[in-house]
């Protein structure tokens, strides 16, 4: 089964330093990996996922076979990029489900 | 309403109560799920269902007993829980079980269990 590691519980940086939230898996076969967040008072939800190799809100992730890693980066932090962030990867089988890190809490200060 | 649906937001059982949780989603998803939040430890993925069908049960004690009578309703229900259980059971949707891996969440029923 594909285990996730996200080693921080916290990361503190100031407004404007980069982000890098970290995320090793161990997988077989081919991964998919998804980033979730959770803002204050928000529910979990969707960040990014690797397949699209896009960038939202900043934010983008490489996935990175020989390392197994699949870290969440951002060059500038926001105040409003404090949040707890989620590394996922998907299992696939009878039925596709998500299997969640232990979530690394970001917090951005002035 | 929209999207994902829980209630309620907040409850609080004694460990011979039966209670159950609702989640409704207004997405038009075929597959629901039970996840489990709690402290300090990975969100843990409970039930699984797609189209009404229960297709992943992962070792979860049968105190835990989940309904699905359509494809936009799930329930669990509660009996004889322990204090251990006390924890943000979150609900989510996705298009279909088979899917790229989108989860849409409810806002979570926190449970206490005394």
């Known amino acids: 089964a594909q285990r996730v590691t996200q080693p921080e519980k916290l990361l503190s940086v100031f407004k404007g330093a980069p982000v890098e939230l970290k995320c090793n898996y161990s997988?077989?076969?081919?991964?998919?990996l998804f980033w979730y967040v959770q803002y204050s008072r928000q529910r979990l939800q969707l960040l990014l996922r690797?397949?699209s190799r896009e960038s939202i809100k900043g934010f983008t992730a490489d996935l990175n076979k020989g390392e197994t890693s699949f870290h969440l980066k951002k060059p500038f932090a926001q105040e409003e990029d404090s949040a707890m962030y989620y590394c996922?990867?998907?299992?696939?089988?009878?039925?596709?489900?998500?299997?969640f890190g232990t979530g690394t809490r970001l917090q951005v200060t002035l | 309403e929209t999207g994902v649906t829980q209630t309620p937001r907040h409850l609080v059982m004694g460990m011979t109560n039966k209670k159950s949780l609702k989640c409704e989603q207004h997405?038009?998803?075929?597959?629901m799920y039970w996840y489990k939040q709690s402290a300090k430890k990975p969100l843990e993925l409970m039930f699984v269902?797609?189209?009404?069908?229960?297709?992943e049960n992962n070792s979860v004690p049968s105190r835990f007993s989940p309904e699905c009578p359509n494809s936009s309703h799930l329930f669990l229900h509660l009996h004889t829980l322990q204090p251990e259980d006390s924890a943000l059971y979150l609900c989510?949707?996705?298009?279909?079980?088979?899917?790229?891996?989108?989860?849409?969440f409810g806002e979570g029923s926190r449970l206490t269990v005394l």
């Open positions: 269902y797609s189209l009404e069908e229960r297709v």
């Open positions: 997405l038009g998803h075929n597959a």
């Open positions: 690797h397949i």
């Open positions: 997988y077989s076969g081919s991964p998919e």
């Open positions: 989510a949707s996705s298009l279909t079980s088979g899917g790229a891996g989108e989860l849409f």
């Open positions: 996922a990867p998907l299992n696939t089988g009878t039925a596709s489900k998500l299997t």
